[in-house]
């Protein structure tokens, strides 16, 4: 698949995430109007916890590779932040360019954030599409009150073309496991089906096998 990166295992002991077997990294990328949470998100990922300090609206690109097992293997992604949407303007290019799944992720309080998605949505579109790319609608903030119908979400599911709803607070750390295990095994399904089948077979091995070393690697 041209528009994924590899890293090779490293003799590092600083650097657990690049020792061990050889990965592919999905690009994935979250997208949505400021405020929604993406940086919280993104950084709870990094961290663990939720950001204590009042974020700042980020102001540029940020990634972070991240690991997650689903069944038969692991599925590595790059996840990728930048500023809302609507400051976006050209900085969109790159930052969707390659990307294999995106986030459109909204705040469940606020319904302009949901409708706002129709932006971001035309914007991606110059990129990729949701035929080669896995769309998810995320509704982030779900620890405050909702000012959302559960129909005007699947409504927006459908207009948009993404394939799943989550549900996820970025402050309590509901819902983010179910989102990145959810996604990681969606991609894992694409990137097994999209193989040559010479190559999925090789893949299979190398996943049954625990995928040490480059022995076993299906590349
Ligand atoms: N209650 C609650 N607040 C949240 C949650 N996630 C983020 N916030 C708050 O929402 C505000 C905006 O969060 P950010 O992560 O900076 O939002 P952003 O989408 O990255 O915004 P931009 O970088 O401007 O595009 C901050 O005050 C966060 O503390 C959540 O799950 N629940
Ligand atoms: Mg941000």
Same mark, same amino acid.
């Given at each position: 698949?041209?528009?994924?990166?590899?890293?090779?295992?490293?003799?590092?002991?600083?650097?657990?995430?690049?020792?061990?077997?050889?990965?592919?990294?999905?690009?994935?990328?979250?997208?949505?109007?400021?405020?929604?949470?993406?940086?919280?998100?993104?950084?709870?990922?990094?961290?663990?916890?939720?950001?204590?300090?009042?974020?700042?609206?980020?102001?540029?690109?940020?990634?972070?590779?991240?690991?997650?097992?689903?069944?038969? &293997?692991?599925?590595?992604?790059?996840?990728?932040?930048?500023?809302?949407?609507?400051?976006? &303007?050209?900085?969109?290019?790159?930052?969707?360019?390659?990307?294999?799944?995106?986030?459109?992720?909204?705040?469940?309080?606020?319904?302009?954030?949901? *409708?706002?998605?129709?932006?971001?949505?035309? *914007?991606?579109?110059?990129?990729?599409?949701?035929?080669?790319?896995?769309?998810?609608?995320?509704?982030?903030?779900?620890?405050?009150?909702? *000012?959302?119908?559960?129909?005007?979400?699947?409504?927006?599911?459908?207009?948009?073309?993404?394939?799943?709803?989550?549900?996820?607070?970025?402050?309590?750390?509901?819902?983010?496991? *179910?989102?990145?295990?959810?996604?990681?095994?969606?991609?894992?399904?694409?990137?097994?089906?999209?193989?040559?089948?010479?190559?999925?077979?090789?893949?299979?091995?190398?996943?049954?096998?625990?995928?040490?070393?480059?022995?076993?690697?299906?590349?």
């Amino acid at each position: 698949m041209a528009n994924r990166m590899s890293f090779l295992g490293r003799n590092n002991s600083s650097s657990s995430i690049l020792d061990g077997p050889r990965l592919f990294y999905h690009k994935v990328c979250l997208t949505g109007v400021s405020n929604v949470g993406k940086t919280s998100l993104f950084l709870r990922m990094k961290t663990g916890v939720f950001p204590d300090a009042q974020t700042v609206s980020t102001n540029g690109v940020d990634t972070q590779l991240l690991v997650r097992n689903v069944t038969g &293997g692991k599925v590595g992604m790059s996840l990728n932040d930048t500023l809302g949407v609507e400051k976006c &303007g050209t900085l969109t290019a790159n930052y969707f360019k390659g990307a294999e799944c995106i986030l459109f992720m909204f705040c469940i309080e606020d319904q302009y954030s949901l *409708e706002s998605l129709d932006d971001a949505i035309k *914007e991606t579109s110059k990129h990729v599409t949701s035929s080669t790319c896995l769309f998810y609608l995320v509704a982030n903030k779900v620890d405050l009150m909702s *000012e959302i119908t559960a129909d005007r979400v699947t409504e927006k599911q459908i207009e948009l073309d993404c394939k799943k709803v989550f549900y996820i607070s970025a402050k309590t750390g509901e819902g983010i496991d *179910e989102l990145f295990d959810g996604i990681a095994t969606d991609l894992n399904m694409k990137a097994v089906n999209t193989l040559p089948e010479v190559s999925r077979i090789q893949l299979h091995v190398t996943q049954t096998q625990g995928g040490h070393g480059d022995k076993k690697c299906a590349c």
